[in-house]
T-cell receptor
Framework: EPEVTQTPSHQVTQMGQEVILRCVPI?????FYWYRQILGQKVEFLVS????????KSEIFDDQFSVERPDGSNFTLKIRSTKLEDSAMYFC??????????????FGPGTRLTVL | AQSVAQPEDQVNVAEGNPLTVKCTYSVSGNPYLFWYVQYPNRGLQFLLK??????LVKGSYGFEAEFNKSQTSFHLKKPSALVSDSALYFC???????????FGAGTRLFVKA
């Protein structure tokens, strides 16, 4: 069964450094998403992406964050200058069609980001 | 604003007994409702969803959920629990007009042998 994959599984970085989290969505999916879960808190939506454009973003997704689909398979989340409060589990997800139709979003295993 | 409530942090049930994990929601329009399960060191695995139609939805691993519009609930059920069902369960909702999925806080299910 096709799966969303994410690398690395755990990333440790110093405050102020840039990090790039990588995801490989399911191959025939067209919509891509990032979510995060701070330890002990709810899973929160960050951004959705379709056709090389952001289709929706939350208030969390400020100028420090960016997303990109650099090639036909990868989908990345970049945090330009990490803060302590960016420490969280980051989940990538993908769906075949638009979420507007109720399509299921399939999640990857997550990348645990620790900012020191 | 959209929201999801899972009133129980943990549910304990004996193996072989029926289980229910509760979820209520609030959306402005018609909801798309989902259940996901998370095992240790794994991602969120899709279990089932309600889009429209029959209020009783069947999903993976013998789970089902009942959509109740008047009570704005979408409780997850299974007739006979297994020890391997022990995991963290998330209810989620998406408004028909948006892309983002709103998650509940999660309910830890513990099935005792």
């Amino acid at each position: 069964e096709p799966e969303v994959t994410q690398t690395p599984s755990h990333q440790v970085t110093q405050m102020g450094q840039e990090v790039i989290l990588r995801c490989v969505p399911i191959s025939n999916h067209l919509y891509f998403y990032w979510y995060r879960q701070i330890l002990g808190q709810k899973v929160e939506f960050l951004v959705s992406f379709y056709n090389n454009e952001i289709s929706e973003k939350s208030e969390i997704f400020d100028d420090q964050f960016s997303v990109e689909r650099p090639d036909g398979s990868n989908f990345t989340l970049k945090i330009r200058s990490t803060k302590l409060e960016d420490s969280a589990m980051y989940f990538c997800a993908s769906s075949e069609t638009s979420g507007l139709s109720g399509d299921t979003q399939y999640f990857g295993p997550g990348t645990r980001l620790t900012v020191l | 604003a959209q929201s999801v409530a899972q009133p129980e942090d943990q549910v304990n049930v004996a193996e072989g007994n029926p289980l229910t994990v509760k979820c209520t929601y609030s959306v402005s329009g018609n909801p798309y409702l989902f259940w996901y399960v998370q095992y240790p060191n794994r991602g969120l695995q899709f279990l089932l969803k309600y889009i429209t139609g029959d209020n009783l939805v069947k999903g993976s691993y013998g789970f089902e959920a009942e959509f109740n519009k008047s009570q704005t609930s979408f409780h997850l059920k299974k007739p006979s629990a297994l020890v391997s069902d022990s995991a963290l369960y998330f209810c989620a909702v998406r408004d028909t007009g948006g892309f983002k999925t709103i998650f509940g806080a999660g309910t830890r299910l513990f099935v005792k042998a």
